[in-house]
């Protein structure tokens, strides 16, 4: 049972968010289409560390500290979805996008109940919101990719592909230091055999997929999706989640709750691999 404390401030931000953020997470609605402006050049380390996405030249600021880059882990294939079955650890992804008030209660909660979880934004919400990047890192959550416009990546050519890998890549850097420590190919589970090798160019060695899906995304209630994420789950599980979604916010206490009962702990991708 959700203590009563808990329960009514998760529901106070499921309620905040739930005129604006179901229809902003990734739904299957396609956002506008690519502007050439917001094309990205070749290579993502153009844009400097200190620099600020959307700021103009002289108006940077330079970024508290530096993200931690992608890693290569030994061992693990191009494109990895669970981490070692032999510990009892698990890694809750969240997808991100939608309400900034969604994504505050959330990493609030993850951290009160001493949860790390991983974060692939979209490049997009980070021109909208890019404190939260910073917010994002200072909990001790990994920050990564999830392209720049959160379209069907496996239906791009290679260029509109790339710019989409490249796009999210350049405003992490420019927030953080960094082009984040994963990328996470939008509106797919898998990522192509083209898609990972365009990763692997923008920087990215492995592609971060998942074997549990909560299907948050449908809006089918909390309950129903603790049921989904604690019937899949187990030990080394990538759980794929949502920031844009009311019932996640909803979902979590009594999701991290479940997970502390069966001993498993909720750790950054990066620590689920180490």
């Not at 108006?59 to 981490?83: D, K, L, N, S």
């Not at 404190?131 to 392209?147: E, K, Y």
Request: net charge neutral; charged share 20%; with cysteine.
């Amino acid at each position: 049972m959700i203590p009563i404390d808990r329960r009514s401030a998760l529901r106070a931000a499921a309620g905040a968010a739930v005129t604006g953020a179901l229809s902003t997470g990734c739904s299957d609605t396609a956002p506008p289409s690519v502007k050439q402006s917001e094309r990205p050049s070749e290579n993502p380390s153009d844009a400097g560390p200190g620099a600020s996405a959307g700021a103009r030249p002289g108006t940077a600021r330079p970024a508290a500290r530096t993200a931690p880059p992608p890693r290569r882990f030994p061992g693990q294939p191009a494109e990895i979805a669970h981490g070692p079955r032999d510990r009892a650890r698990v890694a809750l992804t969240f997808h991100g996008q939608g309400d900034p008030a969604t994504a505050t209660a959330l990493l609030a909660e993850a951290e009160r109940a001493g949860a790390r979880v991983t974060v692939l934004a979209v490049g997009t919400w980070l021109d909208e919101q890019p404190a939260l990047a910073r917010r994002i890192l200072d909990g001790g959550h990994d920050l990564g990719n999830h392209t720049l416009h959160h379209i069907d990546i496996s239906a791009l050519d290679e260029a509109a592909a790339y710019a989409e890998i490249t796009g999210c890549a350049q405003r992490l850097r420019r927030l953080t230091g960094s082009v984040g420590t994963w990328f996470r190919p939008s509106r797919t589970q898998h990522a192509t055999p083209l898609v990972q090798r365009l990763a692997r160019r923008a920087g990215y060695p492995h592609t971060l997929s998942y074997d549990v899906d909560s299907l948050d995304f449908t809006s089918p209630g909390a309950d129903t999706v603790v049921r989904t994420v604690t019937e899949e789950i187990r030990d080394g599980s990538v759980v794929s989640l949502h920031f844009g979604y009311a019932d996640t916010v909803a979902a979590l206490p009594a999701l991290l709750d479940a997970l502390e009962r069966r001993g498993l702990r909720a750790v950054t991708t990066t620590e689920l691999l180490t």
